[in-house]
């Protein structure tokens, strides 16, 4: 129905396409004219002449006109026949529905383990055999297809030649025909049971041949029948004939229907780029979306309604045009009252065979709400059409985003039809039912979480401080690099920089504007896509600004291009998104629901039977009126940032310049660029360059300014993180982030996660606002000690970085030096190591630089990590330079905010901890351990005393700042009145056993494997690495004994070490090339051993080192080789491989094929490698390799997630680095215990059976088009393989609580 229609009371006004195109005395495209006079008005006749119809004459010429007009109807009537033709179902089938079976909605193909079924034996090979039963049934649908759908052409009666036009209808209707009845043919000729579903949309498709696209033109109706009535049809043998004639009618087009489905291999993974509403999202409906928004932002609405109109008026184009690009649009021309505009929208959105949104009727209620005599019966006419629709009051206003006063306006529109209208109270929110967290959430006891130290006002003004900077979007802060005393020079050549930079400044904003107003160009091309409404949407100098601040981070020896591109861009969105929701008027929104979210937090509030996220949804719902804590940020494609941030970075490099004697100003100035485009070779391709003039590198460095620049969104918190209540809304005040970090430019895993049951996200988001809540502080002494020796040159063995001047240097070449091949060989390879060195020395330098900078800047104050996780459910902090998951000297320098008593067993800990950091007992057991520490308590006092001029025992450590961290932590306690009672602020540390193969171990039940990786009780822990080098050691014993003459050489070489790398990463899918590479590279490593046998010698220990694990982990092989040969057959139907944790988070692997896409700028044409673009095919070789390692990732996500929830629970401190948990020393007793207990309760799942149900359910729908071809083999051996039943072994899981040195 027509929205057109809600505002006229016209009831004769055709409605049906069918009707339009009867009218004999007018055409289509004329009655689209007079539908849209305001449209029409803005084009001439001509343009329509020149994009729709080729027979329209340029002029009157009398006889040729009326010929041409005869020839325009039959062109119609020929379109008619066509369209009747396909749409069968107006005839007679409201009364039939018939589903396509191999529809299945994602919700549905991730149901719970109990109501996944494996496809049945008989059904699965009855789908496969060819049987020609059907044959007859065939002929009797092809003649009623015929008999339904005939209507007798009525073509008027001329003297003019057939066109041509009709010959290509005739023939186009020929060739489709009986191309549907060859589809039906095959898939009649397998017996395929007839594919049922709730909807039946039939298309006109236009197939081609194998390996070649299919498209579909127009989607011409839907159907529909009841349950009872589709019961009736296929039960009742005695139905009525007609009910029966229409049911193989049905049947043909549902069959056909299948075609469109099956063609493209690779359709499925091209869903995973669609969203609930089926609104499609790939780049060029990104790019659209993205350019319609930014203009709506700089309410430049002219333009956007072009853009939309010139891609809605050619078919082809109207294909990249979304749902939700329309509805941006009617939201704009709310605001300014024009209902007609709108009502002209819903039209084209019937026109491009879309369903409106609940956000197109609110954009319409909205610009009612606005109008100040809007008629009452339009209103209840737009709300019935609504409801029409399958929407209703309700779900507008729980599912919408609101902005500003556009929640007012709608209610004031509804409120003018219905005086008593209310919001219906939310109901509660549904409780995750998942069974490892089932009790988690019943809340059967009373229970109290733990609370920040903090009071209600400190936490205030620490919001307060946060939200200014992110508003302020930058901060500045000092560096800790020392300077010499400041003298006259170094005066001079900041003063001299200073004013090079107004320069700068001024010439890059007037050429900023001058290409600003370039783009803008003539309005009456205002349709053509370009880069000026990204450039309006911040001020003019905060584009300079941010190109400024890029150029002292570029490295002396230049960066590429593509990086400083992805950066000016990335900080051009970022800025964007936060003026955004300031425009929006959700500052005040935020900061009155976080004022409440407060009393949650701070000690001085006694509420706290609310879970972070549970109490902001809370909040929320009763603060429901105003605009939406959500908002719409839609990510701007991979491309368009490259491609704003490339022609910034042309400005800079056409307009920054420098005066050539900078050095000398008595002299002429001339000036050169700053920034040079180059060209060089990166793994043999070349790669576009900037590099800075080397006066400005020399400048910077005698300047040696000491302010470093930060985006706020890089820094630490300093105030608790707003907690995740949706993959929308969390981690920061205004700066956007991302739940689920990606590779650049990839959607689907955002859309994958907005299509969950919101309640199944609930374990994930919890654990994450836990994560974040941990509140931190600087270990100053350690701070001090650190920076004191990174500005005395630095310490390689301890891990500080060298300055640049401390690089080797760059011996002298001399090209027409009379010098031999093989030294000039020599020289050039020398000088290549000089610069790569050179090139990590100032990488690792400004690394270092960074995080110490931070840390010295929040040394004084309490700061929070807010957390995200990448596709495979791992956790990270979000700030990227200063974290607890960095380095030995990052972890070093940070303590627990909040400090706990040690406790009876609180000491005993740290000194575990101190020698596990130093790995001098590794094989030891705890008592032994301790029994260490206090033989070398004299080390550990001298070293907290005197940590450079004492014994320095703690620089031989394996993670040296750490363990001198600890030793001042010991020496406080022991030296306290009662170390007992002594107040620890100090992180201890319990890691996993090479927590893969755990894992693993667990799933396969292996006992053997399971003893080697600590899961068995045991006296001392167990080193699987030792275990496999011993095994692979009596392999070796074996093959020499029978004359092996390789295994004779590595007598005495086999040993831990050789063989450590390659068991660690077999679990994470590393391959025998890839293991041999590491065993290569190992013997190399032993001086005494034979060089010329390093080859066979690594090829053969690989071999063992395989059979070695393939014997201690029996099940583990074969689990691995599952998933692995499952992924290669998955990714061969033409799917990305998905699966659900069994915390309930959904994950689709991102590997497809590269594709290139070239993006044309002035400096250069960069070749943009996508791999992660789910319309390609998937990456075969990538999606089998990645399976098992990401699967296992997943696992121990989950595993550490548990443990989060239950600590939180507990009122135990926790946070993590993957597989390593931390929290105080007075807790680990009770870490210890959540942790094996959810471990056990984890693999106590059915995890493989229910990955096995899920698969099967998942992938059993992608059946070849061809069945004669190597993909039904393929097809019939995925089935077969995902439905197997692994073997498993008889360890049993509950030993692991046992276990002391499972986590240790």
Avoid at 316 to 323: A, C, D, E, G, S
Avoid at 646 to 658: G, N, P, Q, S
Avoid at 882 to 891: A, I, P, Q
Avoid at 937 to 950: E, R, V, Y
Wanted: glycine share 4%.
């Amino acid at each position: 129905m027509s929205f057109l229609r809600l505002f006229s009371s016209q009831s004769s006004r055709p409605s049906t396409l069918r009707e339009l195109l009867l009218l004999s005395s007018v055409c289509h495209r004329c009655l689209q004219l007079k539908r849209y006079p305001a449209r029409s008005s803005e084009l001439s006749w001509g343009f329509f002449r020149r994009n729709y119809s080729s027979i329209i004459p340029k002029k009157d010429v009398g006889k040729d006109q009326t010929c041409e007009k005869a020839r325009l109807l039959q062109v119609l009537e020929a379109r008619i026949q066509q369209l009747q033709a396909d749409n069968i179902t107006e005839v007679k089938c409201t009364e039939v529905q018939f589903v396509n079976r191999l529809n299945v909605t994602h919700d549905e193909s991730r149901n719970d383990a109990n109501n996944l079924t494996f496809l049945p034996d008989q059904e699965f090979n009855k789908s496969l055999n060819v049987n020609t039963d059907t044959l007859v049934k065939e002929k009797v649908a092809r003649e009623q297809m015929g008999k339904t759908c005939h209507i007798k052409p009525v073509i008027p009666k001329t003297t003019s030649t057939p066109s041509k036009w009709i010959e290509k209808l005739n023939k186009e209707k020929h060739n489709k025909t009986r191309r549907q009845l060859n589809v039906v043919k095959k898939m009649k000729e397998s017996k395929e049971p007839l594919p049922l579903s709730s909807t039946t949309c039939v298309t006109d498709a236009k197939t081609t041949a194998k390996g070649r696209k299919s498209t579909s033109k127009d989607n011409i109706v839907k159907a529909s029948m009841t349950h009872r009535a589709r019961h009736s049809v296929l039960n009742n043998p005695e139905a009525k004939p007609n009910a029966l004639n229409d049911f193989s009618v049905e049947a043909v087009l549902a069959e056909v229907e299948n075609l469109d489905q099956q063609l493209n291999n690779w359709e499925p993974s091209a869903k995973l780029l669609e969203d609930e509403e089926g609104n499609k999202y790939g780049d060029a409906q990104r790019n659209i979306l993205s350019y319609v928004e930014a203009c709506a932002f700089i309410n430049d609405l002219d333009r956007a309604h072009q853009c939309v109109m010139f891609h809605h008026r050619n078919l082809t184009r109207r294909k990249q045009l979304n749902i939700k690009i329309y509805s941006v649009l009617m939201h704009l021309w709310a605001k300014k009252g024009s209902l007609s505009q709108i009502g002209n929208l819903f039209d084209l959105v019937e026109e491009a065979g879309l369903k409106p949104n609940l956000g197109c009727y609110v954009a319409a209620l909205e610009c009612m709400g606005r109008m100040e005599n809007c008629s009452p019966s339009v209103i209840e006419r737009c709300l019935q059409q609504l409801k029409e629709d399958g929407f209703t009051i309700q779900d507008m206003f729980k599912n919408c985003v609101f902005q500003k006063d556009e929640r007012e306006m709608v209610l004031k529109a509804i409120c003018a039809v219905d005086p008593e209208f209310q919001l219906q109270p939310e109901p509660e929110g549904e409780i995750c039912q998942l069974p490892l967290i089932k009790h988690f959430y019943s809340k059967a006891e009373p229970i109290k979480y733990p609370k920040l130290h903090l009071c209600v006002e400190e936490l205030k003004e620490r919001f307060d401080r946060q939200l200014s900077r992110e508003q302020a979007d930058t901060i500045s802060i000092n560096s800790v690099e020392a300077t010499n005393p400041i003298t006259e020079k170094m005066k001079k050549v900041r003063n001299r920089l200073a004013g090079l930079r107004a320069k700068w400044e001024k010439s890059l904003l007037q050429a900023f504007r001058e290409c600003k107003f370039h783009l803008a160009g003539d309005r009456s091309c205002s349709w053509k896509m370009n880069l000026y409404p990204y450039l309006c949407l911040l001020d003019d100098k905060e584009y300079v600004d941010i190109m400024v601040q890029c150029i002292p981070n570029i490295p002396p020896n230049g960066e590429a291009l593509l990086t400083i591109a992805r950066e000016l861009g990335n900080r051009v969105y970022n800025k964007y998104s936060i003026r955004k929701k300031i425009k929006n008027e959700m500052v005040d929104k935020i900061k009155e629901i976080y004022y409440a979210y407060i009393e949650l937090l701070a000690k001085d509030a006694e509420l706290n039977n609310f879970l972070p996220r549970e109490y902001v949804m809370k909040l929320e719902k009763e603060m429901n009126l105003g605009l939406s804590l959500l908002s719409e940020d839609s990510p701007w494609p991979h491309f368009l940032i490259v491609h704003l941030g490339t022609h910034l970075v042309d400005i800079m490099v056409r307009e920054i310049k420098i005066p050539i004697n900078t050095q000398s100003p008595s002299h002429e100035k001339k000036f050169i660029p700053v920034l040079y485009h180059m060209y060089s070779f990166r793994s043999n391709k070349q790669i576009g360059f900037i590099k800075p003039h080397p006066i400005l590198t020399e400048l910077l460095s005698e300047a040696a300014e000491t302010t470093l620049i930060f985006d706020s969104c890089v820094m630490p918190m300093v105030c608790a993180p707003v907690p995740w209540t949706s993959p929308r809304f969390g981690a920061y005040v205004l700066a956007p982030t991302k739940l689920m970090r990606c590779m650049e430019g990839a959607l689907q895993h955002q859309l994958l996660l907005e299509k969950c049951k919101s309640s199944d996200l609930h374990p994930v988001l919890d654990s994450l606002n836990q994560l974040g809540n941990c509140a931190w502080k600087v270990n100053k002494p350690m701070l001090d000690l650190i920076i004191s020796i990174f500005n005395d040159k630095g310490n390689e063995k301890l891990e500080i970085p060298p300055p640049l001047s401390e690089a080797p240097h760059m011996p002298k070449y001399d090209p027409k030096a009379d010098i031999s091949p093989a030294a000039k060989s020599v020289l050039k390879k020398k000088i290549a190591w000089v610069k790569k060195r050179a090139a990590e020395m100032h990488s690792l330098r400004m690394d270092a630089l960074y995080k110490l900078s931070i840390a010295n800047h929040v040394r004084d104050d309490i700061f929070w990590f807010p957390h995200n996780m990448d596709f495979r459910g791992r956790t990270y902090p979000c700030p990227p330079y200063f974290n607890h998951l960095g380095s030995d000297v990052t972890r070093a320098v940070l303590l627990f905010a909040e400090g706990k008593p040690l406790g009876e067993h609180g000491l005993n800990w740290l000194k575990v901890h101190l020698v596990n950091l130093t790995g001098f007992k590794k094989k030891c057991s705890l008592k032994e351990r301790i029994d260490y520490a206090d033989e070398v308590m004299d080390n550990i006092l001298d070293s907290a005393d005197n940590p450079l001029t004492g014994r320095k025992w703690w620089m031989n450590a394996d993670e040296p700042w750490q363990t001198l961290a600890c030793c001042e932590e010991i020496a406080h306690a022991i030296r306290s009145p009662d170390p007992t009672k002594y107040i620890s602020y100090f992180p201890v540390h319990q890691d996993g056993s090479c927590n893969g193969l755990q894992h693993y171990a667990a799933l396969g039940r292996d006992v053997i494997g399971a003893t080697s990786v600590n899961l068995m009780p045991c006296d001392v822990p167990q080193d699987v690495y030792s275990g496999v080098a011993q095994q692979v050691e009596e392999f070796r014993k074996r093959d020499a004994e029978k004359g092996v003459k390789i295994a004779q050489i590595l007598e005495g070489f086999i040993n831990r070490k050789v063989v450590k790398q390659t068991v660690m990463t077999v679990v994470y899918g590393v391959t025998r090339f890839g293991g041999r590479l590491q065993i290569e590279k190992r013997l190399k490593e032993v001086e005494d051993f034979p060089k010329d046998h390093v080859w066979d010698a690594s090829h053969y220990l690989v071999q063992q080192v395989f059979s070695s694990l393939t014997e201690m982990f029996t099940g583990t092989r074969e689990i691995q080789d599952w998933l692995t040969q499952s992924a290669r057959l998955i990714s061969k139907s033409g799917s990305s491989v998905e699966w659900v944790t069994p915390l309930g988070l959904p994950i689709v692997q991102p590997y497809h094929r590269t594709r290139t896409t070239l993006l044309r700028s002035n400096l250069q044409n960069l070749n943009l490698q996508i791999s992660h673009d789910a319309t390609q095919r998937p990456d075969t070789v990538k999606q089998k390799n990645a399976f098992p390692p990401n699967f296992i990732h997943s696992l121990d996500s989950t595993h550490m997630m548990l443990t989060a929830l239950y600590c939180y629970s507990a009122g135990v401190t926790f946070v993590s680095v993957h597989d390593c948990f931390w929290t105080h020393a007075f807790t680990v007793d009770v870490m210890n215990k959540v942790c094996r207990e959810q471990f056990v309760a984890l693999h106590s799942q059915p995890i493989l059976q229910n990955l096995s149900k899920f698969l099967v359910n998942k992938y059993r729908y992608n059946i070849p088009v061809d069945r004669k071809s190597k993909k039904l083999q393929d097809y019939q051996r995925m089935m077969e393989l995902l439905s197997k039943e692994l073997k498993t072994g008889e360890f049993d899981l509950e030993k692991v609580k046992e276990s002391t040195y499972f986590f240790s």
